[in-house]
């Protein structure tokens, strides 16, 4: 168990839905990662936030955003979904910000776009 | 840009036959660090090893080693004498502060297949 929770772990829906994925990092953890893995893509970096401001963004798409909120718990929203947001979303937490430390990821939430 | 390749798609072994995976990395930082994650059928993601790019010692842990060589930007990763409970996708990956923050920029992964 990495201590790091994201909640749903699958979920269903429909394209042009919104969905929001939730992450609780580990405990005393103020960095926050979204991955996304899909077949095609692989492991793709989404965005981080570290104590409740955005540290660096990868390659999300505006349809998606997110935000840490000052208990650090972290939520992905994604919109107007398309068939392609198929994935399975991680999130990851860490301490700090600097990279001598492993991220510790959650289980992941997949989502299907039908 | 940072890039790490993974060439290996899949790879298949008998089981207590050791298999190497590899990891050849890109990167112009001088100082950087290098991760192994394993991804079981489960799911998760589960780190494994961290290695700075100071310290070129290898490393060993139990059926795992761990070979860095930065004269050919690589970080392999060795298990000796698999088990099926090997059977896992193994990902590569390297730290990556473009853009600032601390994230990771992963390999496409190895499918290891260990069989009895």
């Known amino acids: 168990d990495s201590g790091v929770t994201q909640t749903p772990k699958h979920l269903i829906t429909a394209t042009g839905q919104r969905v929001t994925l939730r992450c609780s990092p580990r405990?005393?953890?103020?960095?926050v990662y979204w991955y996304q893995q899909s077949l095609d893509q692989g492991l793709q970096f989404l965005i981080q936030?570290?104590?409740?401001?955005?540290?660096a963004k990868g390659n999300i798409l505006e349809r998606f955003s997110a935000q840490q909120f000052p208990d650090l718990h972290s939520e992905l929203n994604l919109s107007s979904l398309e068939l392609g947001d198929s994935a399975l979303y991680f999130c990851?937490?860490?301490?700090?910000?600097?990279?001598?430390?492993?991220?510790?990821f959650g289980e992941g939430s997949r989502l299907t776009v039908l | 840009a940072q890039k790490v390749t993974q060439a290996q798609t899949e790879i298949s072994v008998v089981e207590k036959e050791d298999v190497t995976l590899d990891c050849v990395y890109e990167?112009?930082?001088?100082?950087?660090?290098l991760f192994w994650y394993k991804q079981p059928p489960s799911g998760e993601l589960v780190f494994l090893i961290r290695?700075?790019?100071?310290?070129?010692q290898n490393e060993i842990s139990g059926r795992y080693s761990w070979n860095f060589q930065k004269s050919t930007s690589s970080f392999n990763f060795t298990i000796t004498a698999s088990q099926v409970v090997d059977s896992a996708v193994y990902f590569c990956?390297?730290?990556?502060?473009?853009?600032?923050?601390?994230?990771?920029?992963f390999g496409t992964g190895t499918q290891l297949k260990v069989e009895l």
């Open positions: 990851a937490s860490s301490a700090g910000t600097i990279p001598t430390g492993e991220l510790f």
């Open positions: 405990s005393g953890d103020l960095s």
């Open positions: 936030y570290y104590n409740g401001e955005e540290r």
């Open positions: 990167t112009r930082d001088t100082t950087y660090y």
């Open positions: 290695r700075n790019s100071f310290d070129e």
């Open positions: 990956a390297l730290s990556d502060p473009t853009g600032g923050g601390n994230k990771l920029t």
